[in-house]
């Protein structure tokens, strides 16, 4: 049985596509940790599949200075320090273990979330 040019282009076309969506699915995290698993991808991925800014963030958690009204009662106040308003994700991550960035250089005691 042999195959015309035309229809061997448009499989080998349609296997490249397969085989680049399997493998980019397979770098893509698919677990998104503690209270926000429940939100779909678009709520924090607008466009991108990228971390999203902090303007993202404020969507749902207000302003920098309402985070940091919340967080008021820890010491030192992540939210309230000498670097200013800093991206949420430097600290935070919905995929993977969040870490307190203020530590690179200092050693607080803090309890992420």
């Known amino acids: 049985m042999t195959l015309r040019p035309a229809l061997l282009g448009v499989m080998a076309a349609a296997l490249l596509a397969l085989g680049s969506a399997g493998s980019a699915s397979a770098a893509m995290p698919s677990k998104i940790n503690g209270p926000h698993a429940k939100l779909p991808c678009s709520?924090?991925?607008l466009n991108e599949m990228k971390a999203p800014l902090k303007e993202t963030c404020f969507g749902c958690h207000g302003s920098y200075a309402k985070v940091a009204e919340r967080?008021?009662?820890?010491?030192?106040?992540p939210h309230m320090n000498h670097r200013g308003e800093q991206q949420?994700?430097?600290?935070?991550?919905?995929?993977?273990?969040?870490?307190?960035?203020?530590?690179?250089?200092?050693?607080?005691?803090?309890?992420?979330?």
């Open 43 to 45: 709520t924090c991925h």
């Open 71 to 77: 967080t008021a009662k820890m010491n030192p106040n």
């Open 88 to 113: 949420c994700t430097n600290c935070h991550s919905l995929h993977a273990e969040s870490r307190f960035e203020c530590n690179d250089c200092h050693n607080f005691k803090i309890n992420m979330k």
